[in-house]
């Protein structure tokens, strides 16, 4: 649990920030010090309709595959281009909130609405552009649908349907799948080898390559 002065801290910024830019403007704190962070990480948000995420709700698909990485490969994220699941565009900024160690111990994150700004980009390229050029991610409410959302983007990525893939596409799948942080979502191992028709077991061993296949996959 965050430091009540950081946290209250925290809390005071991201209000100061929403109450400056408007309804248009989420501003969220994640407490990243939580044994389930990547499915409750939200203890404060404001403006929480832009996403249609509230106090409670987990980290999106950006924070997941950065809490996957090692501490030190974690990087604050400026200026980039989101998206919900209604189809509103989104700049958003992720900024990791370190303690005296060095420790990610919070998340910052801003996600500016830019959906009718874009219409007049003409005469607002220099606000809404990206720091870097991206294919812009999707936000989605909860971790559950995340999880789903994942889970077709990994059968995207291999080119098929689970139904026609061999031990290697399967494999594939799972490695990307732990590459954005699937695996941190409470019980997604679970929904993660059902998808795949295979065991949890099996499920483990294709992501340290140890073991033998137990099944038919």
């Known amino acids: 649990m965050l430091d009540p002065q950081m946290k209250n801290c925290l809390c005071s910024l991201a209000h100061a920030i929403a109450m400056h830019y408007g309804k248009s403007c989420e501003v969220a704190v994640h407490d990243l010090t939580g044994e389930n962070a990547a499915d409750s990480s939200i203890i404060y948000i404001e403006n929480g309709e832009v996403t249609g995420r ?37 700049k958003s900024t992720t900024v990791y909130i370190r303690d005296e160690s060095g420790r990610a111990i919070a998340i910052f994150s801003v ?14 390229t220099e606000l809404t552009a990206p720091a870097t050029a991206s294919e812009p991610q999707k936000i989605t409410p909860h971790v559950g649908e995340l999880l789903d959302e994942l889970l077709w983007q990994s059968t995207q990525l291999v080119g098929k349907p689970v139904s026609l893939m061999n031990k290697d596409d ?46 038919n996959t």
Not at 66 to 79: K, M, P, T, V, Y
Not at 111 to 124: E, R, Y
């Open 54 to 90: 509230k106090v409670g709700d987990g980290a999106s698909a950006v924070v997941l595959e950065e809490l996957s990485q090692a501490e030190q490969n974690r990087e604050d994220r400026i200026g980039y281009f989101t998206k919900t699941s209604d189809g509103k565009v989104l």
């Open 111 to 124: 996600n500016h609405d830019i959906t009718a700004l874009s219409v007049a980009a003409a005469s607002l």
């Open 170 to 215: 399967k494999q594939r799948a799972i490695r990307w799948l732990n590459s954005k942080g699937a695996l941190l979502i409470t019980k997604s191992g679970d929904k993660i080898a059902t998808y795949f028709g295979i065991s949890k077991f099996t499920l483990y061993s294709y992501l340290t390559d140890t073991g033998e296949d137990t099944e």
